[in-house]
């Protein structure tokens, strides 16, 4: 199994930016998927996840900038994110809880994909 991310790029503060990130691979359902980000000098946090039916989770400091969706049938969860500020610069991490078969799931990374905001 694998996670593919892509999206991040440099972008102006007040700005937005798309994330996206597809699962691929021997799977069989995906329970939670989401992002975390990583700034320098500081520790992954979360920033916004999504249950398989629908229940979402966001950190409060992007809440009402960022929007998580997911196409289940696409194995896709994107991160939607408005209203960018310098203190939103990182490297986003996507992470999904993936069933390979019934019962029987494993925790996945992607590569990450760096977001800068310049102010």
């Known amino acids: 199994v694998q996670l593919q991310a892509s999206g991040g790029g440099l972008v102006q503060a007040g700005g937005s930016l798309k994330l996206s990130c597809a699962a691929s691979g021997s799977i069989f359902t995906i329970n939670i998927m989401g992002w975390h980000r990583q700034a320098p000098g500081k520790q992954r946090e979360l920033v916004a996840i999504m249950a398989s039916d629908g229940t979402t989770v966001y950190a409060d400091s992007v809440k009402g900038r960022f929007t998580i969706s997911r196409d289940n049938a696409k194995n896709t969860v994107y991160l939607q994110m408005n209203s960018l500020e310098p203190e939103d610069t990182g490297l986003y991490y996507c992470?999904?809880?993936?069933?390979?078969?019934?019962?029987?799931?494993?925790?996945?990374w992607g590569q990450g994909t760096l977001v800068t905001v310049s102010s």
């Open positions: 992470n999904a809880q993936i069933y390979y078969t019934l019962g029987q799931s494993k925790n996945y």
